[in-house]
């Protein structure tokens, strides 16, 4: 970057987001916890799921500026279809996906009290942001979270060319005692569309094995990757590297989320149609927490100590990173790019509401 | 092989191991089940898991040939140490890892039928064979099953240079209609150990990106890769493909497993020492089963035509071989090494029956 990067502090952001989710006539408390969810992602450094990537594609939906787009209702009526006591059928109404995820993990965490796990499917539900976020929801209850969504067809299966599941993330957190948590939160694929956005914006080829062309033949240029590429699941082409386990493991999640739901199956859905699978187990319902955390303070420290290989002072825990950007950016601010200062400015304009830097 | 190759029907098998268990003091049910999820590996072609390559290690920790190994309590006292409905703590006692986590799985169907979902964790078990037997037992109720088992030490976190996570598989299945169940069963290394074993016994080189030696090279020889080796998380070396994913996913099945249970942290567990995690979910709690199985044949037709890359006919589903070989040895029986027949015959002697073939 050339120009000098701009910061915004996360109360300004939050509050402006929230005034043009409000004007657009959500309800105060969706607004609040829509926004409260982009904004954990851009205080982790998640910018692919912040404001500045996502408000924009959430207003076209629900102005539905194309017919093909899965439209959001702005006040959907949030339905438990099925309760099992210890698992439940959430039905989102296409609102936010923000809204059901957050009222399905409320719901797991409320159930996993009183019978050690809970875990819902949600069913007709839109894009719910950082999948992290409610696996650190339980996280905060003494829990262990996850968190699964399917996404629309973007990765080939092992030994096909064309995309027939989403890169489908799914997520865990588990509590820790004096570290921050565990945190893991992955695409099944090689990559997410996050890091091929942000190489097609570097003007960066990517290296081989992240994306395949239509007759299944590396593909290095993110911007024909953005357009028509197809991910590679978690492990590579083929079986040689384990391939098939990432395509396996983005099938978990086609089925834990889009078949367990009812819903709709991976390669049917459209863009902005998504089905979720959340989860809380209560490590108290096995062992006093305190006991728990001890256990991943000491497995965490163990492997902190692991000898490393040339070039790395340290072995990393998944949500490490995410955990020391989250500090650094709560005191110094998010930083924006200069690319989406036009955007603010217009958007703000278009709402009449102050913009937030 | 130069040598014709011998086989064995299935029955024979079972019976001559189950006489081998029984000689040795395990009690009749425990010794059933045991040889059946043997059996079943071997008939499914997951042959690192079978009669030839499991029950010779098995004597010897029941013997307690090396101290450094986890004895194999043949009376195990499995008991219930909590239970919050759906979620439960049972003590496999140190019996055989097999009889833990299938009682551990009936557990979890009995709870899944009332609650929707039921979840046990097993603490103070052994290697419990092949791990996809035990979701296939949730498959047969109309389930979807989930084991995961920690190991020893064999993997590197990415950046490291020493092993300190198991090769640490997990296991998913799901119902279909017409088609064979989903059935992932994977480590979270990009290959796990038998592959290695299989590699060595043919005298071939790995390829790169299996195995790092002890300064995080990569080793493509597979005889030092079984002796000094470490695995590589399924993703690779580094972040570049998805290393630190792998990585991650051996985590999960660290902290469900070991840290869950209360038992003991990858790092430290010895030879033999395993912790379980066993899940199932009942489709019934969602929608009706036969609605479940007829959308999972429509996931399956949708991926078996999608167009492939050159040298291959069709995109596989996972479990699908493993189904094909099944039906093929049920009928013309498991194939025998000519390299284990020696021990067939002393083994068949030293107890006093008959060998099976």
């Known amino acids: 970057m050339t120009q000098p990067e701009t910061h915004v502090h996360a109360d300004p952001l939050r509050r402006w987001t929230e005034q043009i989710l ?26 692919t799921h912040g404001v500045f990537v996502c408000v924009q594609p959430y207003l076209d939906r629900i102005d539905q500026v194309r017919p093909d787009l899965q439209e959001i209702n702005l006040e959907p009526n949030l339905q438990i279809l099925k309760d099992q006591g210890a698992a ?19 719901l797991a965490i409320e159930r996993a009290r009183s019978h050690g796990i809970g875990m819902v499917s949600v069913t007709r539900s839109t894009h719910l942001g ?11 209850q003494d829990m262990i979270g996850i968190t699964m969504t399917n996404t629309t067809p973007a990765a080939v299966p092992s030994f096909g060319r064309k995309a027939r599941l989403g890169t489908n993330p799914m997520s865990l957190a588990a509590p820790a005692g004096k570290h921050p948590p565990f945190e893991l939160d992955m695409a099944t694929t090689v990559v997410s569309g996050g890091k091929v956005y942000l190489s ?26 953005l357009q028509s590429g197809s991910h590679l699941p978690l492990g590579g082409a083929g079986l040689l590297h384990g391939g098939h386990k990432g395509y396996g493991l983005g099938l978990v999640v086609e089925i834990l989320c ?9 390669p049917r859905i459209v863009a902005g149609e998504n089905y979720h699978w959340v989860a809380a187990i209560d490590v108290s319902a096995f062992q006093p927490a305190a006991r728990f955390k001890a256990m991943m303070d000491d497995l965490i420290d163990t492997l902190h100590r692991t000898p490393t290989v040339a070039g790395h002072d340290r072995v990393l ?18 930083p924006v790019s200069p690319a989406v200062l036009p955007w603010i400015e217009e958007t703000s304009r278009k709402f009449g509401i102050d913009p937030p830097l």
């Open 22 to 47: 409000l004007a657009k006539g959500t309800p105060a408390r969706d607004a609040e916890r829509t926004t409260e969810v982009m904004i954990k992602a851009d205080l982790r450094g998640v910018d």
């Open 88 to 106: 439940l059928l959430l039905d989102g109404d296409w609102g936010f996906g923000q809204v059901a995820a957050w009222e399905a993990m409320e």
């Open 130 to 140: 950082m999948c992290a976020y409610y696996p650190l929801m339980a996280v905060d």
């Open 200 to 225: 097609h914006l570097a003007g960066k080829k990517m290296p081989e094995g992240w994306m395949v062309d239509e007759k299944g033949d590396p593909l290095t240029d993110a911007t024909v990757g």
């Open 258 to 266: 889009g078949v367990l739901a009812g819903g709709n199956i991976g």
């Open 317 to 334: 825990i998944p949500g490490e990173l995410e955990h020391r950007t989250y500090e650094h950016r709560i005191r110094h601010g998010i």
